[in-house]
């Protein structure tokens, strides 16, 4: 008994280094996993205070060429864009992290009150537009290409009418030809 008792320790005390090994390793590889996140949050994080702040002036830019308007409505559409770009940015690194993994079911609504803003910041422009005027058209050039396809078109009647006229003439030539062989019988030939 003494022999199995012993025995049992050994086992058990190599199965429990193996699984210590184990645990340690899976512990080493979690706490890496979440440096790694750390690192590509705060890189995240850092890229886009960057990109929000020479954003706002390439947006302001863009809409004002865009768009032609430079009033304050349009600052504040671009203040709502800016702030629904952060808010998505800031609820996706939350649940990159983990924080608030609830916030994917958020996501689709972020982005349509995104889209819902970049509507009205063109349904503000179409309000704000002044009524186009219509361009003189040269019409010469137009007429002379009319000319040319008008008179293609009556080159085209004449060529269909020769040939309508040819396959009349093809078809009474065939029925004649078929009437004189139609009482005519073909013979068999002999080999």
Known sequence: MDELF???????????????IILLILIVLFFRRQKKEKKIAKTFARDFKEFSSSRKGSLED????????????????????????????????N???????????QLQDDLKELSDVYHALVVHH????????????DTSKFESQITVLT?????LK????????????????YTELFKKTEGQSVEPSED
């Open 151 to 155: 008179d293609e078109n009556e080159r």
């Open 62 to 93: 863009q809409v004002s060429e865009t768009f032609d308007m430079n009033d304050a409505g349009v600052a504040s559409h671009i203040e709502n864009i800016l702030s629904k770009e952060r808010s998505i940015c800031s609820n996706v690194l």
């Open 6 to 20: 012993t025995s049992l320790l050994v086992i058990g005390t190599e199965f429990g280094i193996f699984v210590g």
């Open 95 to 105: 649940i990159f992290t983990g924080k608030n993994k609830a916030l994917v079911l």
């Open 126 to 137: 179409q309000n704000a537009a002044p009524e186009v005027v219509e361009a003189e058209v």
């Open 158 to 173: 004449e060529d269909l009418k020769k040939a309508l006229e040819s396959i009349d003439y093809l078809q009474a030539q």
